[in-house]
């Protein structure tokens, strides 16, 4: 008896103790989504659409950020070539609520509201969806911690999250698997299943690279992002030029003049 209780008393010490330094989902997602951001951001991307292997077209685009009380506006303009020449894009995110975004058609001559029943449909041709082009909100899905340690693509050493809308209707994946670097809190790695469960696509971050900031402060920039459709064979790649972090931008950039003029 006196042997039991001393084994119960241990196990339970164990897991008390455990519980005090365990990270849960929904705390791996919060720091992901709390993670330090420049107040402003300037890159040349480089997107290149492909299909087994064989490159379809390449885009060329430039993008501007900027970051306020930890919610990032972006906006996209693209370069070349002609067949979407001038087409822009910007997304704005907002406490609470889902983000806003809109897109300028140079052949309508005219700028939309993205509505939320577009978000599953293809941005701009690409692999990414309206939807994959925003964030989302932590507390919007269900956040579960699969593994504490994973080694996925380039990176090791990674926490693995499933995360599942609480509301179905909210998404178009049924969940999606993120594997989260412990230094960074960046998901480089997101496998996307579709309402049947089945993997529909991946979205892969091949590298980061530490760039410097003011104040002291370093950011960790994704480099290259790839969005593979599995069922399809499709790739969108996306692949940062030129990068440049915090030096002021235009408030002018982030708005519906500006996609409308260009300027």
């Not at 008393?9 to 519980?19: K, R």
């Not at 040349?44 to 659409?49: E, N, P, S």
């Not at 956040?143 to 995360?163: A, I, P, R, T």
Request: include cysteine; charged fraction near 30%.
């Amino acid at each position: 008896m006196k042997l039991t209780k001393k084994l119960t008393a241990l196990a339970l010490t164990l897991v008390m103790g455990a519980s005090a330094f365990a990270i849960d989902g929904t705390e791996i997602m919060t720091k992901v989504y709390d993670r330090q951001k420049p107040d402003f951001s300037k890159a040349a991307v480089q997107v290149v659409l492909s299909k087994n292997g064989k490159v379809e077209e390449t885009r060329n685009v430039g993008e501007y950020g900027r970051c306020k009380n930890n919610l990032s506006d972006v906006v996209m303009i693209f370069l070349s070539p002609a067949s979407v020449k001038d087409t822009r894009f910007l997304v704005k995110a907002n406490e609470g609520k889902d983000d806003d975004k809109w897109i300028y058609l140079p052949t309508l001559k005219s700028t939309r509201r993205v509505a939320a029943s577009d978000g599953s449909k293809a941005f701009v041709g690409t692999d990414f969806s309206y939807d994959d082009m925003s964030s989302r909100k932590v507390e919007e899905d269900t956040h579960e911690l699969l593994k504490e340690s994973e080694d996925k693509g380039n990176f090791k050493d990674l926490y693995v999250v499933k995360s599942t809308p609480k509301d179905t209707k909210s998404s178009q994946y049924s969940y999606r698997i993120s594997y989260v670097t412990k230094d960074a809190w960046i998901p480089t790695y997101i496998e996307l299943y579709d309402k049947k469960g089945k993997l529909l696509k991946v979205n892969e971050i091949k590298s980061l690279k530490k760039m410097p900031g003011t104040n002291g402060r370093v950011y960790n920039v994704p480099m290259e992002n790839v969005m593979t459709n599995v069922q399809t064979g499709h790739v969108t790649a996306m692949k940062m030029v030129n990068v440049t972090v915090d030096q002021p931008l235009s408030d002018r950039y982030f708005t519906t003049d500006f996609l409308n003029t260009g300027k």
